[in-house]
């Protein structure tokens, strides 16, 4: 686990919830704090979609940042900032098994129960903080390590400068 401080407060927040950046991230959950607290479960709820639209537009199990950002940028937009709010993304599944299979450790994307980026802004603060969880116990740290450096090369290459 690797905790960033975002510098750029303002260019992160756009990148976030105007550009398509985190589009590909999957939602775990959404707490965001303005004139009231709006919580979101990103669990898709079963049988809203049918089968074929579930297929169709490749929807996961949790919703995607894509589908979801609108919404919390309504809540965030205004002349007064949002007191707090803490995000909580995760990368798909599809993606999760490509990044295993891509370290050569032997840990099968199966065995992987989620990669979180959580996003925590307070008090004019913005941190992103990593997140592995296994479905076993294992010493071996080289998933989290590999999991803080994908982290960090992504806010490289999205141009946002953390320390």
Same mark, same amino acid.
């Given at each position: 686990m690797v905790a960033l401080k975002v510098e750029d407060v303002r260019?992160?927040?756009?990148?976030?919830?105007?550009? &398509?950046?985190?589009?590909?991230f999957l939602?775990?959950?959404?707490?965001?704090?303005t004139y009231n607290s709006f919580t979101?479960?990103?669990?898709?709820?079963?049988?809203?979609?049918?089968?074929?639209? #579930?297929? &169709?537009?490749?929807? &996961?199990?949790?919703?995607?940042?894509k589908m979801l950002k609108p919404l919390c940028f309504s809540l965030i937009?205004?002349?007064k900032l949002p007191g707090s709010f803490?995000?909580?993304?995760? #990368?798909?599944?599809?993606?999760?098994?490509?990044f295993a299979s891509s370290l050569g450790t032997g840990i099968d994307g199966s065995q992987i129960q989620g990669l979180y980026l959580n996003i925590r802004y307070e008090d004019g603060a913005l941190y992103c903080i990593t997140g592995t969880l #296994?479905?076993?116990?294992t010493l071996d740290k080289t998933l989290e390590t590999e999991w803080d450096?994908?982290?960090?090369?992504?806010?490289?290459?999205?141009?946002i400068v953390c320390t």
């Open positions: 260019s992160f927040t756009s990148k976030l919830f105007v550009k &398509e950046d985190f589009d590909r939602v775990k959950e959404i707490n965001i704090i979101i479960d990103g669990h898709v709820r079963q049988g809203y979609y049918t089968q074929e639209e #579930l297929e &169709e537009n490749r929807i &996961e199990d949790f919703s995607s940042w937009k205004g002349k803490h995000i909580v993304l995760s #990368l798909a599944p599809r993606d999760v098994e490509k #296994l479905n076993f116990f450096n994908a982290v960090k090369a992504f806010m490289r290459s999205h141009e």
